[in-house]
């Protein structure tokens, strides 16, 4: 079953061409978590686009982690703390970014790919993949936990494939 999901932009998970994308859930019908896991995927990639680090935040899980893509961050952050401070590196750079960029010219936007959402009672794993199929991708996996306040994000995995 094919789900549609409206995503906005995001500069650093991965950028590519507008448009919306699609959720495959495996297993029959799309769940009620499904549906609401899905609905956090699009309040982070929301909150990422539009650089609200409140509405960012609040998609985390209490202890999160993170494999960021870049090379310049191979270790593992750990924590509220790490966690946050690599993504503000990451919002100060895209405010600097959308700063320089000419008024005229529209902010980017994503299109994941193969997305799937699989639910494990608690836990939920999402793939996707970002950018265009002949080139560079940026591959992310994102480890979902159902806390007292809804699905919240515990882990993501962020790795580059192909091209140069």
């Given at each position: 079953?094919?789900?549609?999901?409206?995503?906005?932009?995001?500069?650093?998970?991965?950028v590519?061409?507008p448009g919306?994308?699609g959720?495959?859930?495996?297993?029959?019908p799309?769940?009620a978590?499904?549906?609401q896991v899905?609905?956090?995927?699009?309040?982070f990639?929301?909150?990422?686009?539009?650089?609200?680090?409140?509405?960012?935040?609040?998609?985390?899980?209490?202890?999160?982690?993170?494999?960021?893509?870049?090379?310049?961050?191979?270790?593992?952050?750990?924590?509220?703390?790490?966690v946050?401070?690599g993504?503000?590196?990451?919002?100060?750079?895209?405010?600097?970014?959308?700063?320089?960029?000419?008024?005229?010219?529209?902010?980017?936007?994503?299109?994941?790919r193969?997305?799937r959402?699989?639910?494990?009672?608690?836990?939920a794993?999402?793939?996707?993949?970002?950018?265009p199929p002949?080139?560079?991708i940026?591959?992310?996996?994102?480890?979902?936990?159902?806390?007292?306040?809804?699905?919240k994000?515990?882990h993501?995995?962020?790795?580059m494939?192909?091209?140069?």
């Amino acid at each position: 079953m094919r789900m549609s999901l409206s995503v906005g932009a995001l500069l650093v998970i991965g950028v590519t061409a507008p448009g919306a994308a699609g959720a495959q859930l495996p297993g029959g019908p799309a769940s009620a978590d499904s549906a609401q896991v899905a609905e956090v995927l699009q309040q982070f990639l929301h909150a990422f686009v539009t650089l609200d680090w409140d509405a960012f935040r609040a998609t985390w899980a209490q202890h999160p982690s993170v494999f960021f893509p870049m090379n310049s961050t191979p270790d593992l952050a750990d924590g509220r703390s790490e966690v946050d401070a690599g993504f503000q590196r990451i919002f100060a750079r895209a405010r600097a970014a959308r700063a320089r960029r000419p008024a005229d010219r529209p902010p980017p936007t994503i299109r994941p790919r193969d997305l799937r959402i699989t639910v494990y009672g608690t836990a939920a794993l999402v793939t996707f993949v970002l950018g265009p199929p002949n080139g560079r991708i940026g591959r992310r996996t994102l480890l979902l936990v159902k806390e007292e306040s809804g699905w919240k994000i515990a882990h993501l995995h962020g790795s580059m494939a192909g091209g140069t």
